[in-house]
């Protein structure tokens, strides 16, 4: 379990995160969102035991970050963005080096576990240089499960991977979520809309909403959008649609279709269909668009909130 009270910490004169609060419970993957430069790794290095915070509470398996540093580091597993491996290493070797220092009883027993969690077994016995980036991840994903953590703490874990790299770490990490708390960061949005259990988006150093993907998808789109495709090149069907009462703006996409946003509370789907099948339109398709995370994600970005100080330098770390 993590739990963050009015967590905030300063670099000099600017202030990289502010106020955060927030909980992950066991067996859930919480999303960590932002741009870069929002405060998401300045969180997890405090929440790793790296850093301090300037003021505020933070907990890990009970454990205070700043009091009880060494039970928290005991209870953590994290994975920095770059994964700090050495190359001229096997991949047993290494882990089990990693074992050793975190003095792991039966540490080659262990290393074959956590090879096997994360399908390296077929790959003990090579050389770490000699493999592709997708598999450096898994390396770094089992050097954080060696001590069986109770928490997870991953910093962007697919960044620079491949599509078929990147689907196989997602369907990782969710069977590894199933038993403990994962705080999973990244900005590609369709990554946690597909993994994680609830999002957090985070922006200039302040939480700007908090909740699962398909709440924020229900409550935050603010209009009705449906999309509309006819036979043929669709000429005039943009005005005749626009004309219909109840219909805000629309749209032609580069593929032909129409977009169609109207206020929430009202299915105009109906009013739609009837209109266009009047004027001699042959109907194709008609359908509702949900609103993407990422949409969701731009909305709430789009007017930035002051930031706390008045240094303008976005990056997260000094």
């Known amino acids: 379990m993590i739990e963050v009270e009015g967590l905030t910490k300063d670099y000099g004169p600017r202030r990289a995160i502010n106020d955060l609060t927030f909980r992950a419970e066991p067996g859930e993957i919480l999303g960590f969102l932002g741009p870069n430069g929002a405060g998401k790794t300045t969180t997890m290095r405090i929440l790793s035991g790296f850093m301090p915070p300037t003021m505020g509470i933070a907990r890990v398996a009970g454990f205070d970050v700043v009091d009880e540093s060494l039970e928290v580091r005991k209870r953590v597993g994290y994975l920095p963005e770059t994964v700090p491996l050495y190359p001229d290493m096997t991949v047993f070797d290494y882990l089990k080096y990693m074992a050793d220092l975190r003095h792991i009883k039966n540490g080659e027993e262990r290393v074959e576990d956590v090879l ?3 399908h390296m077994e077929e790959r003990a016995n090579g050389y770490i240089s000699n493999l592709s980036k997708g598999m450096r991840q898994r390396i770094g994903l089992a050097q954080a499960l060696l001590h ?3 928490v997870l703490i991953l910093d962007e874990p697919t960044i620079g991977l491949d599509p078929a790299q990147i689907r196989e770490v997602r369907k990782l990490i969710r069977e590894i979520g199933r038993q403990r708390t994962v705080l999973l960061s990244t900005h590609i949005l369709s990554e946690a809309q597909q993994i ?12 700007v909403v908090e909740d699962t993907p398909e709440r924020l998808q229900a409550g935050l789109t603010g209009v009705q959008r449906v999309a509309v495709r006819v036979q043929g090149d669709g000429d005039g069907l ?4 626009g004309g219909i009462s109840g219909v805000g703006r629309v749209t032609t996409t580069p593929e032909g279709s129409v977009e169609v946003e109207s206020t929430p509370g009202k299915d105009i789907r109906p009013v739609i269909a009837r209109n266009v099948i009047k004027a001699g339109f042959d109907l194709l398709e008609l359908k509702s668009i949900d609103l993407s995370l990422e949409d969701i994600f731009i909305q709430l970005t789009r007017e930035e909130p002051e930031p706390p100080s008045t240094d303008d330098s976005s990056e997260d770390v000094p």
Request: hydrophobic letters at 40%.
């Open 116 to 118: 096997e969690i994360v």
């Open 196 to 207: 994680c259990d609830r999002v957090l988006i985070i922006n200039k150093g302040e939480i």
């Open 148 to 150: 069986e953590p109770e």
């Open 238 to 241: 943009e005005k005749l649609i």
